[in-house]
């Protein structure tokens, strides 16, 4: 372990933010303190304070760099135009990093209703890159006549969500992920007819 000479502010500071983004996707977000990064960087806690502001900020940061992440799999969708195979696509690769990284998005979605936590910039534009992915590939939908692209975007985005809050006893299957998946695409799909229809396609 390095001793403290041996790092600069900002080397300490990704070192803290490195620590707490595995402390969080091996044990959770309610496991993560300054005392478990403090002894698995070998400093004490109050030094974690002097490059994050609180745990809070740590978190968000932590969260910034899960959606940065996401966003890195998001451009690798090449669009085909055509909004029901665009939005397959984007929805898979959602689904494959929530599943492969279950306690860091978990940690995205319940700081993210904090109404307490303000949000770095960085990290809102993490997300907004991410929300512009997905109304990239559903604005075909409306055709000529246009819509709110953006509403359209907010309401599957919480329909999803509402998929991922029931809990496992409640989807009454074996393979969970599956059933959830299944059920993710077909939200996906009824949705995108309903916004066709409605544009009259």
């Known amino acids: ?7 600069s502010r900002e080397e300490l500071k990704e070192l803290v933010v490195t620590t707490a983004t595995y402390l969080i ?4 977000l309610p496991s ?18 002097n490059v994050v502001d609180n745990l809070d900020h ?5 969260n910034e760099r899960t959606m940065r992440r996401l966003n890195a799999d998001l ?7 055509d ?32 109404p307490d936590v303000v949000q770095p910039e960085s990290y809102l534009k993490e ?14 939908a409306f055709g000529e006549r246009g819509g709110d692209v953006r509403l359209a975007v907010d309401v599957l985005w919480s329909s999803l969500q509402g998929v991922f809050s029931v809990s496992p006893q409640g ?18 799909e009824t949705y995108l007819k309903g916004l066709r229809a409605g544009a009259g396609r």
């Open 1 to 7: 372990m390095a001793r403290r000479s041996d790092h």
């Open 25 to 28: 996707a091996s044990e959770g």
């Open 32 to 49: 993560l303190t300054t005392r478990k990064i403090a002894a698995k960087i070998g400093y004490s806690p109050g030094s974690i304070y």
């Open 58 to 62: 740590l978190i968000s940061l932590v």
């Open 75 to 81: 451009t690798e969708i090449v669009m085909t135009g």
């Open 83 to 114: 909004e029901m195979t665009d939005s397959r696509q984007v929805l898979a690769k959602y689904l494959d990093f929530r599943e492969s990284h279950p306690n860091l998005w978990d940690a995205v979605l319940s700081h993210a209703i904090r």
């Open 127 to 140: 997300i907004e890159a991410s929300f512009a992915v997905a109304a990239r590939a559903i604005t075909p």
């Open 171 to 188: 989807l009454l299957a074996t393979d969970v992920h599956a059933r959830r998946r299944e059920m993710a695409e077909f939200l996906v």
